[in-house]
């Protein structure tokens, strides 16, 4: 069973710059594709970014771009998400998710962590 374990979350200021990280254990010959979403209270899980494994083949949502760079280190196997010029409308959860296919759709997501909070304070 692939395992995921986000970490880095928190309380920041806006403007301010937090790193997320995403452990990947278990068989992951399945798991191509990291991506990360986001779940802000009373809305829909949110597509963030995606990132090939073994590419390093990148794709964002359009408001995400620029501010937020996702990552990857295969040594670790764990996958990182930057957030910089971070905003009070950040602030959800954070998900990283696998699976085998790039996509911004979340159901084309296998497996998925538990998620971390990060809170943008105005």
């Known amino acids: 069973q692939v395992q995921l374990v986000e970490s880095g979350g928190g309380l920041v200021q806006a403007g301010g710059s937090l790193r997320l990280s995403c452990a990947v254990s278990?068989?992951?010959?399945?798991?191509?594709?990291m991506g990360w979403f986001r779940q802000a209270p009373g809305k829909a899980r949110e597509f963030v970014a995606a990132?090939?494994?073994?590419?390093?083949?990148?794709l964002y949502a359009g408001s995400m771009k620029g501010r937020f760079t996702i990552s990857r280190d295969n040594t670790k196997n764990t996958v990182y998400l930057q957030m910089s010029s971070l905003e009070p409308e950040d602030t959800a959860v954070y998900y990283c998710?696998?699976?085998?296919?790039?996509?911004?759709?979340?159901?084309?997501?296998?497996?998925w962590g538990q998620g971390t909070q990060v809170t943008v304070s105005s």
């Open positions: 998710a696998a699976g085998p296919s790039g996509s911004p759709r979340s159901d084309e997501y296998y497996y």
């Open positions: 278990g068989p992951t010959f399945s798991t191509s594709i």
């Open positions: 990132i090939n494994w073994s590419t390093g083949r990148t």
